[in-house]
């Protein structure tokens, strides 16, 4: 009986170490931390907001003089004519509030969750390439304001090299800042016929190029050009892992050498248990990187995977590994 009992303990011990092992974090050892699409989605909410600029004005509409609110990080300008902002279609005048988001990198645009992905006349979703996200916005005492006539935006100097910078166009997301809408160009066609290309100086005595354009609603702007590949196209699936699937993750795709441009695999094939895009325009010999993001137990957690993309290709992605906002930025900003 002595010996039975020695044997029960020494089962009860080792249950006890493994199981304080398996919980040395005091959680219990059976529920795993799963992938949560609220979480994610309010983590790009929150980066969303913690971005923007805000900035008082105060309108005085009887000068007849423009308003310029000016942000001196990026030289972006915003030009206010007299009457142009109202509430219920009347002009306001006295203090309002202004609000700018601006973003330039693939890791910024990834953070907040606004890709470069814009949508042809056809319907056609392709990639574009941005000279700059903007969300603009103004309020008077809490009160959502309108344009009644046209804002003039100036953007900041490129440090990319775009090729044709005539062929920048504006596009335009939602209104609203949660929103995550395809880009949709503007009707009007060419930037030029929006405002114009100018140029600024360099403290080098070189010149680049700058953008004006004109708002005429408040919300999501973007400066892009189709990227317009040629050569062969195709579909492209990228296989996650078990766990994770269209509602708790994201993924995004980066065309190495081209820092400006980033796309979303928005949809996610319930059969095939892939993301995927929506025609298949993704160029055969292109080299991307694939970026998985997912929020876990309140963690931020990637995968980033190089390839060279090939006819009907199929991407499998490892497990994603936990990492911080600000080691996350540094490895997307240093792809290729």
Not at 90 to 98: D, F, W, Y
Not at 109 to 128: F, H
Not at 278 to 298: F, K, T
């Amino acid at each position: 009986m002595k010996n039975l009992w020695s044997v029960k303990t020494l089962i009860l011990l080792v249950a006890s170490v493994i199981f304080l092992s398996c919980n040395r974090d005091g959680e219990d050892p059976v529920v795993r931390k799963k992938p949560s699409g609220e979480a994610l989605e309010e983590r790009f909410t929150t980066k969303r907001k913690d971005v923007v600029q805000s900035t008082p004005v105060v309108l005085d509409n009887s000068t007849g003089d423009d308003h310029e609110v000016s942000w001196e990080e990026n030289g972006v300008k915003i030009i206010i004519p007299p009457n142009s902002l109202g509430l219920n279609g009347s002009p306001v005048s006295g203090e309002i509030e202004i609000e700018l988001i601006e973003l330039y990198s693939r890791a910024d645009m990834l953070l907040t969750n606004m890709p470069t992905s814009g949508v042809r006349a056809n319907g056609d979703v392709e990639a574009l390439k941005s000279a700059g996200e903007f969300y603009i916005n103004a309020t008077q005492n809490g009160e959502q304001l309108e344009i009644l006539s046209p804002l003039h935006v100036q953007g900041r100097a490129l440090d990319v090299d775009f090729g044709d910078v005539e062929a920048m166009q504006v596009f335009k997301a939602g209104d609203n800042l949660e929103d995550t809408d395809i880009w949709d160009e503007v009707e009007v066609g060419g930037i030029n016929d929006i405002a114009g290309v100018g140029e600024v100086r360099n403290a080098d005595g070189s010149y680049s190029p700058i953008y004006l354009f004109d708002v005429s609603s408040f919300g999501w702007t973007n400066l892009d050009r189709w990227y317009n590949f040629t050569g062969q196209l195709t579909n492209i699936f990228i296989d996650v892992p078990d766990e994770f699937d269209g509602s708790n993750c994201e993924v995004y795709l980066t065309y190495d050498g081209e820092p400006a441009s980033l796309a979303r695999m928005d949809i996610y094939d319930t059969t095939l248990e892939m993301f995927t895009e929506h025609y298949g325009r993704i160029p055969v010999g292109q080299d991307v990187h694939i970026i998985l993001v997912a929020d876990i137990g309140g963690q931020l957690h990637y995968t980033i995977q190089g390839t060279t993309i090939v006819d009907g290709h199929t991407e499998v992605m490892a497990s994603p590994q936990p990492t911080t906002e600000a080691e996350l930025i540094t490895l997307i900003n240093d792809l290729p």
